[in-house]
């Protein structure tokens, strides 16, 4: 059984695409957005991770989304 932040990771490098906290809550099917934020804003504070505005490669949207550092 994979943790939340595992969970997270792992799609945000599987889809090798920018993600926002809203698509990857509902991909993940988790009731908390906060809960999604605080794992991505940990993640980007790695060298493996950016977080930033962009385009969401989900929805479509301009907004913070986080993507694997190239
Ligand atoms: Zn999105």
């Given at each position: 059984m994979k943790t939340i932040p595992e969970r997270v990771n792992a799609l945000i490098t599987d889809s090798e695409a920018a993600q926002c906290d809203r698509c990857i809550q509902e991909a993940l099917d988790l009731a908390q957005n906060n809960q999604v934020q605080q794992i991505t804003s940990a993640l980007a504070t790695t060298s493996e991770f950016v977080r930033g505005k962009g385009a969401c490669a989900?929805?479509?949207?301009t907004k913070v989304v986080t993507r694997r550092a190239a």
């Open positions: 989900a929805c479509g949207k």
